[in-house]
């Protein structure tokens, strides 16, 4: 049987000029732990970032409107339901009611494209 090379590869998410710095995040979907859920990637000081898109205290959406996670400085990652606040640069849990930090998924960024790096745990979607 051949090997699953599956998460040797990184996976195109979008352009680098799509993460503008504090700014909209970009969705995109993952199987996590075998089960279907959204991610999201973000720009915080000059690099990129993302997450699954799910609090650490009660498993739900963090966005408070389509794609807005940071606060209105742009320096903390909010949850719209129970207001934990995240570090956007580690995801970790500040203040509120979050337990830990959120799930950070690897990207890299290189002439001009951001790429996810599937994990055995963080698998892409197959349609």
């Known amino acids: 049987m051949p090997a699953d090379t599956s998460t040797d590869t990184p996976i195109e998410l979008c352009a680098s000029a799509d993460l503008s710095e504090g ?18 990637a973000i720009r915080f000081e000059g690099r990129v970032h993302a997450y ?15 794609n807005r996670f940071f606060d209105d400085t ?32 690897e ?7 951001v790429r996810w790096q599937p994990t055995e745990r963080l698998r892409p979607v197959v349609f």
């Open 23 to 40: 700014g909209l995040a970009v969705p995109f979907d993952v199987v996590c732990d075998g089960e279907p859920c959204r991610a999201f």
């Open 74 to 105: 742009g320096q903390w990652l909010l949850c719209a339901s129970h207001g934990a606040v995240y570090a956007p640069d580690t995801g970790e849990g500040v203040a509120g009611p979050c337990q830990g930090g959120l799930l950070k998924i």
């Open 52 to 66: 699954l898109n799910r609090c650490t205290h009660v498993a739900m959406e963090l966005d408070w409107q389509p």
């Open 107 to 113: 990207l890299t960024e290189a002439d001009g494209t």
